[in-house]
């Protein structure tokens, strides 16, 4: 039961995905007021050399009228506290006068792929693994900022500040000072996850200062700035707790906050993540290792295509509406289609993290059909999915509930049922309809006193049992692709 004080609790969640942002209230148990949503959608800027952007102020806009329509909808409700999830990786250049010099590059940005081949002789990258978790790849803060340096100079030499999407929010709203919550700043590349700053070693093989990057702080912000504080009374002098990275906020608010629960999450992109409590660790060869707060570490792998894919085909391949589309998947036997696929077309992260990688798919006939592409992918994808489980049990062995979130898989029954005779595991959906901004209000709850996530239990769905002889053929299917793997990328 629900105690007084979390009966007038209120907290407003702001999610900056990589399609979407969505604000919404949560009241103090966790729960979502509803009919207090507002989700604007959106796209990141794509070039054919890779390029995948955002400009910062057109993100600013829209956080601020998913906030205002929130509001909107709150009908005059309290607030007692705003959190806030964003997408990790990305950074943006600042000015001395305040404004980017830089769009947003964004995680999915490739284009700095030479410059983390040239990090990668520069520097010992299993050392730099060890202390900050993150290889050396284009998705991270080190190579972009080479890249830049080298692809951008005017505006390399402007710039003052290197910061995350979340930090420029916040120095807008609230003045321009320039922190990161330790979230953010863990899944960068220049982050040392026990030491808890900034590495230096890194930091000292590319051309910035330790003084551009923003300070590491977890304290909120409270004093709106001049028209912010007109345009938003009642946050005015509420706490605003630093932005936390989507990843980490989506174990969360499914309900995965320790070593026995697995998250398995495809929206966008895809990922699969162990969270867990500790006050240090030692990071494995294999899987990337950020953080959801001081406290609390994340670990596991990503996959740079998941709903996006999908969503793709459906487009390309001109695919009937969803529900139709659904039955024909269904009605399909599992690797029936003769394809094999890399689901690649957004370059990769993990579990193999070449750069230059791209889609392929092996044995396309005349009798290829498009609801066989789109399922060849969607088995593609937890092909991969199955390899980093891999990673993950040799890094953190013992059995684990594996709980499935994100718009992919909670949308394709046929999709989840996939993932489950992929992994050879039972799958539980999670009862959760938005983790990341769940897992946003209940770390900004844990921070004015409330309980610990880890007490704070999570909705669960439906579970999906693994079928032994699909198993057995998707084994089968994994090693082609693994053959198909290396002939095409084996010397990226």
């Given at each position: 039961?629900?105690?007084?004080r979390?009966?007038?609790?209120?907290?407003?969640?702001v999610?900056?995905?990589?399609?979407?942002?969505?604000?919404?209230?949560?009241?103090?148990?966790?729960?979502?007021?509803?009919?207090?949503?507002?989700?604007?959608?959106?796209?990141?800027?794509?070039?054919?050399?890779?390029?995948?952007?955002?400009?910062?102020?057109?993100?600013?806009d829209?956080?601020?009228?998913?906030i205002?329509?929130?509001?909107?909808?709150?009908?005059?409700?309290?607030?007692?506290?705003?959190?806030?999830?964003?997408?990790?990786?990305?950074?943006?250049?600042?000015?001395?006068?305040?404004?980017?010099?830089?769009?947003?590059?964004?995680?999915?940005?490739?284009?700095?792929?030479?410059?983390?081949?040239?990090?990668?002789?520069?520097?010992?990258?299993?050392?730099?693994?060890r202390?900050?978790?993150?290889?050396?790849?284009?998705?991270?803060?080190?190579?972009?900022?080479i890249w830049?340096?080298?692809?951008?100079?005017?505006?390399?030499e402007?710039?003052?500040?290197?910061?995350?999407?979340?930090d420029?929010?916040?120095?807008?709203?609230?003045g321009?000072?320039?922190?990161?919550?330790?979230?953010?700043?863990?899944?960068?590349?220049?982050?040392?996850?026990?030491?808890?700053?900034?590495?230096?070693?890194?930091?000292?093989?590319?051309?910035?200062?330790?003084?551009?990057?923003?300070?590491?702080?977890?304290?909120?912000?409270r004093?709106?700035?001049?028209?912010w504080?007109?345009?938003?009374p009642?946050?005015?002098?509420?706490?605003?707790?630093?932005?936390?990275g989507?990843?980490?906020?989506?174990?969360v608010?499914?309900?995965?906050?320790?070593s026995?629960?697995?998250?398995?999450?495809?929206?966008?992109?895809?990922?699969?993540r162990?969270?867990?409590?500790?006050?240090?660790?030692?990071?494995?060869?294999?899987?990337?290792?950020?953080?959801?707060?001081?406290?609390?570490?994340?670990?596991?792998?990503?996959?740079?295509?998941?709903?996006?894919?999908?969503?793709?085909?459906?487009?390309?391949?001109?695919?009937?509406?969803?529900?139709?589309?659904?039955?024909l998947?269904?009605?399909?036997?599992?690797?029936?289609?003769g394809?094999?696929?890399?689901?690649?077309?957004?370059?990769?992260?993990?579990?193999?993290?070449?750069?230059?990688?791209?889609?392929?798919?092996?044995?396309?006939?005349?009798?290829?059909?498009?609801?066989?592409?789109?399922?060849?992918?969607?088995?593609?994808?937890?092909f991969?999915?199955?390899?980093?489980?891999?990673?993950?049990?040799?890094?953190?062995?013992?059995?684990?509930?594996?709980?499935?979130?994100?718009?992919?898989?909670?949308?394709s029954?046929?999709w989840?049922?996939?993932?489950?005779?992929?992994?050879g595991?039972?799958?539980?959906?999670?009862?959760?309809?938005?983790?990341?901004?769940?897992?946003?209000?209940?770390?900004?709850?844990?921070a004015?006193?409330?309980?610990e996530?880890?007490?704070?239990?999570?909705?669960?769905?439906?579970?999906?049992?693994?079928?032994?002889?699909?198993?057995?053929?998707?084994?089968?299917?994994?090693?082609?692709?693994?053959r198909?793997?290396?002939?095409?990328?084996?010397?990226?």
């Amino acid at each position: 039961m629900a105690s007084r004080r979390d009966e007038g609790t209120r907290i407003l969640a702001v999610d900056v995905g990589s399609s979407s942002v969505r604000a919404e209230l949560y009241d103090g148990s966790g729960g979502s007021v509803e009919g207090t949503e507002t989700k604007l959608d959106y796209d990141f800027e794509y070039t054919s050399d890779g390029g995948a952007t955002k400009d910062a102020d057109g993100l600013l806009d829209l956080v601020a009228r998913a906030i205002d329509g929130a509001l909107a909808r709150a009908q005059d409700v309290e607030i007692s506290g705003v959190a806030m999830s964003t997408f990790w990786h990305s950074v943006l250049g600042v000015g001395r006068d305040g404004k980017p010099t830089t769009p947003i590059l964004t995680w999915a940005d490739r284009r700095a792929a030479d410059a983390a081949r040239g990090l990668r002789d520069a520097l010992d990258e299993a050392a730099v693994h060890r202390r900050t978790g993150c290889v050396l790849h284009s998705s991270y803060w080190p190579a972009k900022l080479i890249w830049l340096s080298e692809t951008e100079p005017r505006a390399f030499e402007r710039t003052e500040h290197w910061v995350s999407p979340g930090d420029y929010f916040y120095a807008r709203l609230f003045g321009e000072t320039y922190a990161v919550g330790t979230s953010m700043a863990s899944a960068n590349g220049l982050f040392d996850q026990n030491r808890r700053e900034w590495d230096r070693e890194t930091l000292g093989a590319l051309p910035v200062e330790e003084q551009q990057l923003p300070t590491i702080s977890d304290e909120p912000r409270r004093g709106l700035a001049g028209e912010w504080a007109d345009r938003w009374p009642a946050l005015r002098e509420v706490p605003w707790f630093p932005a936390v990275g989507d990843g980490a906020c989506s174990n969360v608010g499914s309900g995965c906050t320790d070593s026995g629960q697995l998250a398995l999450m495809v929206g966008t992109s895809g990922a699969m993540r162990v969270l867990w409590k500790a006050e240090s660790v030692e990071i494995p060869e294999g899987p990337w290792c950020y953080r959801a707060d001081g406290e609390r570490f994340v670990m596991g792998g990503a996959l740079s295509d998941g709903g996006n894919l999908i969503e793709w085909l459906r487009n390309t391949l001109r695919l009937p509406a969803p529900e139709e589309t659904e039955k024909l998947l269904s009605g399909m036997d599992p690797d029936s289609h003769g394809l094999t696929f890399l689901p690649l077309l957004a370059g990769e992260r993990g579990p193999g993290w070449a750069d230059r990688a791209n889609g392929t798919i092996a044995g396309l006939s005349m009798s290829s059909k498009p609801e066989g592409i789109l399922r060849a992918a969607m088995e593609a994808v937890a092909f991969r999915f199955a390899t980093i489980a891999e990673i993950i049990e040799g890094a953190i062995p013992g059995e684990k509930l594996v709980v499935a979130s994100g718009g992919g898989l909670l949308n394709s029954p046929t999709w989840t049922g996939i993932m489950a005779d992929v992994l050879g595991k039972p799958i539980t959906v999670s009862g959760v309809k938005e983790a990341s901004s769940r897992g946003a209000a209940l770390l900004a709850l844990q921070a004015l006193g409330g309980p610990e996530v880890e007490e704070t239990e999570a909705p669960l769905g439906e579970t999906f049992e693994p079928d032994a002889a699909r198993h057995e053929i998707y084994r089968q299917a994994i090693a082609r692709q693994l053959r198909l793997y290396d002939a095409v990328l084996g010397d990226s």
